[in-house]
């Protein structure tokens, strides 16, 4: 997954390539739902709820389907008008929770405000929150596990996984506590034996305490906040981070959360923005998909 | 809840007190059980299931019904034959969850073999889950908060109150990562916007994570595990073990996981084992109790 150290003078991280590790994940989903389609006569189904007219959420939620589609699964998309009230959405999900064709739910963030996404969230059926957003998900995940982890961090964890055969012992630092992805994230890490710390806007001396961490996961959303000599050299950096920023001459670019050219030099390994986690959040979604289909169906545990 | 420091040449930690700090509690508890009783004609109820004849879990049950009588609430216990099917304790757990008048239920642990505690635990009702163990309580509290909180753990915070005004930014180490203390410690410290992190048997060089913490919880289960020499100077240290240990002459005695001798001269308070945390957890047993009647009865919010 990782293209090979150059041999320039100057050392350089391995730049970990989420574009394509996304790419191999979603043939290998492809490959096991055509299996699983020849041998039960049934694709897994993966439902999307689109609530109003948001332009980024109908972008979203048409690249959903795409990517659905082109691994071979199911996927049927709701749309409910701007103006649904909170009652239309609960009665829509609980349709697809007693559906037996549809594994996955995904309602669209953000709702219109008179929608509670926490009533939505916890309205949808457990075993198919593909989000890995229900609080039965994130119980299970700080606990004995076997619930639906959320799909960014679980993309994190696979990328690591492409760079770093061992995470047990290591000191990993989550900068970001969002229940989206910093606390997840953390979960995940402690699961995998790290030593886990924390990070947010109150810590003191984050320089110091990203110098210590031997994985450094940044989910902030404040572009290039961590800089090159923040970084212990070596360290594997996993950039969550999408920042849209001015490139002048009227243009915008996306960078990262991390100061990618000053950590290059230091890092061992580092997910670029764009093109590094972005990638694996669709595919993960998709994995969750499969995963609930294979607990909901019978077919077992699927290994992807 | 402290005693003044001693005027000795050598540097004396504040002794944490928490027998003093629970009594206190419950005095609180008892007289808002007293009020509720006068306003609504009710007190709240705790229902507490003891399946076989464990004469540790005796003791446990039998202290929690005489505290719980104590401070005017309901207690009720339920008995059941080390033979019960897991089917009879889930049936038990089925009535109290429909009975108006029980407001906490607490299966205690351990159960028989053939009993799994999860399905146990994931039968209860989670607003009566007084225990906090429920995946919904544990997913309540990794997001939004709102559930019912393990009771060792929030007795740490609680007794933490009491002597650090202020949490936020402050380097919080836990040491140990159990689902009943160390991780939902993790929680309650990051929701207090501490820089939390935990560590645990696979951490490398717990002397030093542990010599940069301002708070540092101990809960491993190791006997004296943590010396005085890992402590930074003034942390507060929370010591959340019980070891029993050979004292000689045939005895037995209780220590923490601290090097409590040691830690004195260098902490800037500590709790002592026994008599720290331990009594905490009774009262907030109680706590948890009079909270989910509040919520349960929309008496409201009860601020014990």
């Known amino acids: 997954m990782t293209e090979a150290p150059t041999k320039e003078a100057t050392r350089q991280a391995t730049r970990i390539d989420g574009k394509a590790e996304a790419e191999r994940l979603r043939l290998r989903i492809g490959g096991e739902a055509a299996r699983l389609l020849a041998l039960h006569g049934a694709a ?10 948001d332009p980024a959420s109908q972008v979203y939620v048409r690249n959903k389907g795409i990517a659905t589609r082109a691994a071979g699964l199911v996927s049927v998309e709701h749309r409910l008008p701007v ?3 909170q009652a239309d959405v609960l009665a829509l999900v609980a349709t697809l929770n007693a559906d037996p064709a549809i594994d996955g739910i995904l309602v669209q963030l953000p709702l219109p405000q008179q929608i509670s996404a926490k009533a939505v969230i916890e309205a949808i ?6 989000d890995g957003f229900h609080p039965v998900n994130t ?5 004995d596990g076997g619930g639906l982890v959320p799909c960014t961090p679980q993309g994190c964890m696979l990328l690591l996984a492409g760079v770093r055969e061992r995470l047990a012992g290591l000191n990993a630092l989550v900068v970001g506590r969002s229940s989206i992805v910093g606390k997840p994230m953390a979960a ?5 034996d790290c030593t886990v710390t924390v990070a947010h806007s109150r810590s003191r001396d984050l320089p110091a305490l990203a ?5 450094l996961v940044a989910a902030v959303g404040r572009p290039a906040m961590i800089r090159g000599d923040w970084i212990r050299p070596g360290a594997t950096v996993i950039d969550v981070g999408v920042n849209r920023i001015d490139a002048g001459q009227g243009k915008t670019r996306l960078v990262g959360d991390v100061a990618y050219d000053e950590a290059v030099p230091v890092a061992g390994a580092i997910t670029p923005v764009p093109g590094g986690v972005g990638p694996m959040t669709i595919a993960c979604l998709l994995r969750n ?10 077919w077992g545990e699927l290994d992807l």
Chains 1, 2 share one sequence.
Do not use: F, N
């Not at 119980?139 to 606990?143: I, N, S, Y």
């Not at 995940?188 to 995998?192: P, S």
């Open 125 to 130: 059926d457990p075993a198919k929150d593909v």
């Open 83 to 85: 103006s649904a009230s």
């Open 188 to 192: 995940l890490l402690l699961a995998a």
């Open 211 to 215: 110098r210590q961490a031997d994985i």
């Open 289 to 298: 998909t499969m995963i609930a289909a294979g607990r909901r169906r019978g």
């Open 139 to 143: 119980g299970r995940l700080w606990t």
């Open 44 to 53: 897994p189904g993966l439902a999307v709820v689109l609530v109003g007219e």
